[in-house]
């Protein structure tokens, strides 16, 4: 099966990637490792840095839980470092649902291909006793994994089984198909793989919900705002400079709080007169920003939380 090589999908993106991140959960990270080798980038080969911290040739490898992988490359982003993640895309379409004004896109897809598998893929499926739809009652209790609760009530809510029907929904993190056997839910909306627990607890397969395969994804969708983007950089670049602080300008101003008020103070003036017709508003402006963005970084305020505010403003 044709992969296309990691490093040429990291080079597509145009930016400069400074990571990638990896699932390290036992059933996704097998899979996954095998994919990234097919596709040029060995990780067992890799030297470990610390613990969840690899790097492959110049490429750093981050290990995470698959289904954390696409926050950590929206906070990464909101730090002001690109990274690509790379995750099932089921485990990225349920972060989409969640949030859906997010700013991740997919750079790649493989293909998941196992002969193991049932389905010779992750699928996420409703499960039942018989594996029969009509023995679904009219109440009917659901069991849904937590990391796929979002897609799961989408699904409850659009499905044509369950048109009529009242469904209380349980949240687990793992085991469902024991509480369906012991009669605490009717039903649950699980991943199958190879089959092995549904046929254990003797269980049956009432319908497929979806497929699962591997995705790298960025933070670089294209909706995003050429401002945006320069916003999250200088923001992370000043970030960076109170963490790691230089003999620069910045990091003097985030040092000195007095210091920093002053300059606060001396922008704003400069920005008055601009306006006034003593200035380039737009460079005033921009200073203005930059001095804005020392308070928030030093006081540990993030962009996020200023949109939160303007947000409900609106």
Excluded: H
Aim: glycine residues 8%; charged residues 30%.
């Amino acid at each position: 099966m044709y992969r296309e090589n990691m490093y040429d999908v990291i080079k597509g993106t145009g930016e400069r990637v400074s990571a990638l991140v990896v699932p390290k959960n036992n059933g996704l990270k097998g899979y996954a490792w095998k994919v990234m080798k097919e596709a040029g980038l060995d990780l067992e080969s890799a030297k470990e840095l610390e613990k969840g911290r690899l790097k492959v040739g110049d490429l750093r490898v981050l290990l995470r839980r698959g289904e954390d992988i696409p926050q950590i490359v929206v906070d990464e982003f909101n730090n002001g470092n690109i990274i690509l993640g790379l995750t099932g895309d089921d485990l990225y379409d349920e972060y989409r649902l969640k949030n859906p004004q997010n700013l991740l896109k997919i750079e790649n897809t493989y293909d998941w291909y196992d002969e193991k598998a049932r389905f010779f893929r992750p699928t996420l499926c409703l499960i039942n006793k018989s594996g029969k739809a009509q023995d679904i009652p009219l109440d009917a209790r659901i069991a849904v994994n937590g990391k796929y609760e979002n897609t799961s009530r989408n699904y409850l809510q659009t499905s044509p089984l369950f048109d009529g029907k009242k469904s209380t929904v349980a949240v687990y993190n793992g085991d469902l198909e024991s509480t369906v056997k012991r009669g605490t839910n009717d039903c649950c909306i699980d991943t199958v793989y190879s089959g092995s627990s549904i046929d254990g607890y003797g269980l049956g397969i009432v319908q497929k919900i979806r497929f699962s395969d591997l995705v790298v994804i960025s933070p670089l969708k294209t909706e995003e705002s050429f401002f945006g983007k320069v916003i999250n950089r200088e923001y992370g670049q000043i970030k960076r400079r109170k963490e790691n602080p230089t003999c620069s300008v910045t990091s003097q101003l985030l040092e000195d709080p007095e210091k920093l008020r002053r300059k606060i103070n001396e922008e704003s003036y400069e920005l008055t007169q601009a306006l006034s017709g003593k200035g380039d508003v737009t460079a005033e402006s921009a200073d203005m920003l930059y001095s804005t963005f020392l308070a928030l970084v030093q006081r540990d305020i993030t962009l996020d939380d200023i949109a939160v505010e303007i947000s409900k403003r609106q």
